[in-house]
């Protein structure tokens, strides 16, 4: 079962917009799936993460911390994801997992509190991790149960991220088909078996007449209508 | 091994994970007086309700002449096992691809005495596989764990599903610290000595 690499999920987040200052000059740049600048020196904007990183490697920007990432924000995320037990919170970004690593690896002399919000980040992570295993077993644990939940086997996935859906993808999507093989199998057995028993009582207890008898009663209702 | 390919004939024929499954063994006892049956290179002979082991293959087309029994494996006295901790239960030892097996246990060409003994089966089956895959997921996330001891308990599927979220983690790991990038030697090139 192919499962997407963590790479390509970053891929698609540095497609999200960060705040950069520019050291350059440089006119509105006409892209695909935008307009960015113009680029003048100590005028912020916003650009994509893919384009602020290859700038900063070459020295041409300063990039901002983004404000979801400082060490309150995150402290208070995880304090709030340590108060539920079971349902995740709204994470304060889809790719927070993504742009943490990305920002604390390249733009680290741009960043405050590093050690502190990697450790967070690696926490509010295992928390939501464990919160979703978690639901991923209760949801097989109905499967093999052969329960019908309450809400009619209807499950949503909220709140979580395309990366923490992405660890648990293998291991879950295997779970559920080896459940559905099984349980068609079981549903085809005990249909068949229920199919035999109604063939041999239909037998045992109708008086089906035979021959010419069977025949005079045809006629007789057929005159009767 | 794919348990969807277990019982989809003729999609499985030329599968050689279903080839060799359908050669393990299963008790049968002959329903009639059978003669100069040519099983171990000799003509035989066999009484009624004898005993034979055939493969699974064999046993499929011959239900006309015997009547079929679950092996050990699949029995009630190990179902209770397996029902209570199937994490610890070495199914390797017992029968190297045991869901397959199971799975191909409950086709229409067998004939067991009670259809309700096959539905308790496979439900067992079921949830021994659901517990042992969450487990597998466990060991697997596990940072210091000896791999080998693990493996050594799995069945040919679950050993490939083990594999595979190894794998899986080993990625994540090097996404984590920044190693993707990083050019590797390929696993299949042979080192000359």
Request: glycine share 4%.
């Amino acid at each position: 079962m192919s499962v997407i690499h963590p790479s390509e999920i970053e891929f698609i987040a540095e497609d999200e917009l960060i705040k950069v200052t520019p050291r350059f000059r440089e006119q509105r740049l006409q892209m695909i799936t935008g307009n960015f600048g113009p680029f003048a020196p100590g005028v912020p904007l916003k650009i994509p993460i893919w384009m602020a990183l290859n700038l900063k490697n070459r020295g041409l920007v300063i990039v901002h911390q983004p404000k979801w990432m400082t060490e309150e924000k995150l402290k208070e995320w995880l304090e709030s994801e340590n108060a539920d037990n079971t349902n995740a919170i709204a994470p304060l970004h889809y790719h927070y997992r993504e742009i943490s690593r990305m920002l604390l690896q390249n733009c680290r002399d741009n960043m405050s509190d590093i050690t502190e919000i990697e450790q967070l980040v690696e926490d509010i992570w295992n928390v939501r991790i464990s919160k979703l295993k978690m639901s991923c077993k209760n949801v097989m644990k109905t499967r093999w149960q052969m329960e019908i939940p309450d809400h009619g086997g209807v499950f949503k996935i909220d709140n979580f991220t395309q990366m923490e859906v992405n660890f648990i993808r293998g291991t879950f999507l295997k779970g559920l088909n080896l459940s559905f093989v099984m349980s068609n199998k079981i549903t085809t057995i005990e249909q068949k078996a229920e199919q035999h028993m109604l063939g041999d009582t239909t037998n045992s207890s109708a008086t089906v007449p035979t021959g010419s008898s069977a025949m005079s009663q045809f006629t007789q209702s057929q005159n009767q209508n | 091994m794919d348990l969807s390919m277990v019982d989809r004939s003729p999609g499985n024929y030329l599968d050689l994970e279903d080839i060799v499954m359908s050669d393990s063994k299963i008790p049968c006892r002959s329903r009639f007086h059978l003669k100069n049956i040519d099983l171990h290179s000799v003509p035989e002979e066999f009484d009624e309700g004898k005993k034979i082991e055939l493969p699974l293959w064999l046993a499929e087309s011959m239900t006309e002449f015997v009547r079929h029994e679950f092996p050990k494996e699949y029995t009630t006295r190990f179902q209770s096992i397996l029902r209570a901790d199937p994490e610890i239960v070495n199914l390797h030892r017992h029968e190297p691809k045991y869901f397959a097996k199971g799975l191909k246990l409950s086709s229409e060409k067998l004939d067991f005495p009670d259809p309700r003994d096959t539905v308790i089966m496979l439900e067992t089956l079921l949830e021994a596989a659901s517990r042992r895959m969450l487990w597998i997921a466990m060991q697997a996330s596990a940072s210091k764990i000896n791999q080998s001891k693990v493996e050594c308990k799995l069945d040919d599927g679950e050993k490939v599903h083990y594999s595979q979220l190894i794998a899986q983690q080993e990625e994540y790991k090097e996404w984590k610290t920044g190693r993707t990038g990083i050019i590797k030697e390929s696993k299949d090139r042979f080192k000359s000595i």
